[in-house]
């Protein structure tokens, strides 16, 4: 099935007719071909965002909210062929597609078509000066939306939905590994009567499409989520032109285990937090410290049950962990599993590549747990994003912050314990964005999200990303 641009709210090929494949993870297959859209494209796309804008920009706050959630509940409708195609595009279970990321992609248009009816600004009378000053919080204009491949239209709707909510109009584009979802979705705009323009969304390579959108001089702010090393580059390109950014990056996340946790919860939650969506998810906890007194207990049931994951075609119901998204990924990956070889990890399981019967050629690989000696090893610094995690044991609160802060990454981080005095003072010394205590991926669409050092500039969520997607401008008016 070949995809296409979707601009002015019609779906069109790439002018200069370059395309490239799109791979079904599952089988290895080229299953359909994908735009790799020219500057001409993105200029088409802009030319058509910016003509919408003056209207949707004016069109009152009722009218957006009604549209978002015309379009969360068509999503809503439509999960189920949204959710295979999902899964076929990108290797996950079905089973999450089902459950995680269509149902939240549909969350993020309703949150936000209910978030912009609530969304106030200050005034600040000037006493004893016979003035007053207040704030309006105005829509950029055309802003740019870049999304990676791994909770793809979760991601790239986490951007779209806040950018229109507050009356901009869009040049999308999401990851060319995954672009189906973002495909369809321009046919549930059309039907929920967004107005043509607003969203446009074209397809192709980060370094052609991509690059095209970062360089547009009137492209006013990017939302990126992706690497930490395309992060660094969008921001060079950008920050001559004083775009406004948001980058969310990579992550290396601690999850960090004390005795004193309930251990049942945790050990369950500890699996899924390392390898839901094969472990490509920003926000896996992929390196477990362990405290002393219970570290081998620990590890001979996490081993086993991570041994009961699996491994299988993402299309049946029973799979927990479904194939990596690419090739070169999968490679990716497997290389870094040598690299722990080398540096004296101890493979406790995992670590093999699996084939699944009558798909032989898709990019499966055993969830695999390396023990660590120390956590200044590359397999325990560098970001693998695949089913990998490192686990090693600690001894003091102390010890255990500092491996846990000295990574170069800051997204999230997830403490065990049930000691209060501990949480509080572990919590305030994480170098994270987010710290969850005693659960994992609990996500309330109204807090900021983001990360801190490498892990990216800005946040997400409630209303920090309706304020991202305007500028505040001051009136004073004396009086
Ligand atoms: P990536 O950086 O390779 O690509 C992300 C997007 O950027 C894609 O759409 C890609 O085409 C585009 N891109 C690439 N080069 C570009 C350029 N020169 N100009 C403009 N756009 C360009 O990342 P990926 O491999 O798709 O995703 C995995 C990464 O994303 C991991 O590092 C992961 O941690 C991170 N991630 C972060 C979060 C978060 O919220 N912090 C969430 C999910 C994923």
New binding site residues.
């Given amino acids: 099935m070949n995809i296409q641009n979707f601009i002015n709210g019609k779906y069109i090929n790439p002018i200069n007719d370059n395309w490239i494949n799109n791979y079904n993870p599952s089988n290895g297959e080229i299953y359909g071909q994908t735009p790799n859209s020219s500057k001409e494209d993105l200029e088409n796309a802009y030319i058509s965002a910016n003509s919408a804008f003056k209207q949707w920009s004016q069109t009152t706050l009722e009218d957006r909210s009604r549209i978002l959630i015309k379009i969360s509940e068509l999503l809503e409708a439509n999960l189920q062929r949204f959710a295979e195609a999902e899964s076929k595009d990108n290797g996950k279970p079905i089973s999450l597609a089902k459950s995680v990321d269509i149902p939240r992609a549909a969350s993020n248009f309703r949150f936000f078509g209910n978030a912009i009816t609530q969304f106030a600004s200050e005034s600040h009378e000037s006493v004893g000066q016979q003035a007053i000053n207040y704030t309006l919080r105005q829509p950029i204009g055309v802003v740019g939306c870049?999304?990676?491949?791994?909770?793809p239209l979760y991601?790239f709707t986490w951007k779209i939905a806040p950018a229109i909510a507050a009356g901009n109009c869009i040049v999308a584009?999401?990851?060319?590994?995954t672009p189906m979802t973002a495909f369809l979705l321009g046919e549930i705009c059309n039907e929920a009567g967004l107005p043509k323009g607003v969203l446009n969304i074209v397809h192709?390579?980060?370094?052609t499409?991509?690059?095209a959108?970062?360089e547009h001089p009137n492209i006013k702010a990017i939302s990126?989520?992706?690497?930490?090393?395309?992060?660094a580059?969008?921001a060079k390109?950008a920050a001559p032109m004083f775009k406004k950014l948001s980058l969310?990056?990579?992550?290396k996340n601690p999850n960090i285990i004390f005795a004193d946790c309930d251990y049942d919860n945790m050990l369950e939650t500890t699996v899924r937090s390392s390898f839901a969506n094969q472990g490509?998810?920003?926000?896996c906890g992929s390196r477990i410290f362990v405290e002393k007194n219970i570290y081998k207990k620990f590890k001979s049931d996490f081993v086993e049950k991570v041994k009961q994951l699996k491994v299988g075609h993402p299309s049946k119901e029973d799979t927990n962990i479904g194939a990596l998204v690419s090739k070169p990924?999968l490679e990716k990956v497997m290389s870094y599993i040598n690299v722990a070889k080398k540096e004296d990890g101890t493979i406790l399981c995992g670590g093999n590549k699996v084939t699944v019967k009558n798909y032989e050629n898709g990019y499966y690989l055993e969830p695999t747990v390396i023990e660590v000696k120390t956590d200044e090893c590359r397999i325990n610094q560098e970001?693998i994003?695949g089913p990998v995690v490192t686990i090693m044991p600690f001894n003091t609160e102390d010890d255990v912050l500092e491996m846990a802060n000295k990574v170069k990454y800051g997204?999230s981080a997830t403490l065990w314990t049930n000691n209060l005095k501990r949480t509080m003072r572990m919590s305030n010394q994480l170098q994270a964005g987010i710290v969850w205590v005693n659960t994992w991926m609990l996500r309330d669409l109204r807090t900021p999200?983001?990360?801190i050092k490498a892990?990216?500039v800005g946040r997400?969520g409630g209303f920090e990303a309706l304020r991202f997607f305007t500028e505040a401008k001051n009136v004073c008016i004396k009086y």
């Fill in positions: 870049i999304s990676p491949w791994n909770l991601l584009k999401p990851s060319e590994i192709g390579l980060g370094n499409t991509g690059q959108i970062i990126f989520t992706g690497g930490t090393e395309t992060g580059h969008i390109v969310e990056l990579g992550g490509q998810i920003c926000l990924h970001e994003f997204l999200f983001g990360g892990s990216g997400e």
